[in-house]
């Protein structure tokens, strides 16, 4: 199984991105799919979420109202669109595939992980 990240890049405050995560080797559709994210000199936390057809999103409080999780179960593909972006939104953004048909913000229920996607936003 491989998560392959893109997307990430260095914006000003304001701007938007996106990201993308083509999944490989197994069957995606089948899975829930999600973003987490981690700053320099802090855990890897939660972003965004998504089931296993794209019915059911859940996003952490920040992310509320600025980004959008999607999935495209033809191209093996989740997508995270961030606008409006804070310098604080700069970390590395990981895509993870759940054991489950829906995701979470528990890193446990996570079976794997991309390689990560540095997204810096300058103020």
């Known amino acids: 199984v491989q998560l392959q990240a893109s997307g990430g890049g260095l914006v000003q405050a304001g701007d938007s991105l996106k990201l993308s995560c083509a999944a490989s080797?197994?069957?995606?559709?089948?899975?829930?799919m999600g973003w987490f994210r981690q700053a320099p000199g802090k855990e890897r936390e939660f972003v965004a979420a998504i089931n296993w057809n794209g019915s059911s999103k859940t996003y952490e409080d920040s992310a509320k109202g600025r980004f959008t999780i999607s999935r495209d179960n033809v191209k093996n593909t989740v997508y995270l669109q961030m606008n409006s972006l804070k310098p604080e939104d700069t970390a590395v953004y990981y895509c993870?595939?759940?054991?489950?048909?829906?995701?979470?913000?528990?890193?446990?229920?996570?079976?794997?992980w991309g390689q990560g996607t540095l997204v810096t936003v300058s103020s």
């Open positions: 080797g197994r069957i995606f559709s089948n899975n829930g």
């Open positions: 993870a595939s759940y054991r489950r048909a829906w995701g979470s913000e528990n890193k446990n229920e996570v079976s794997y």
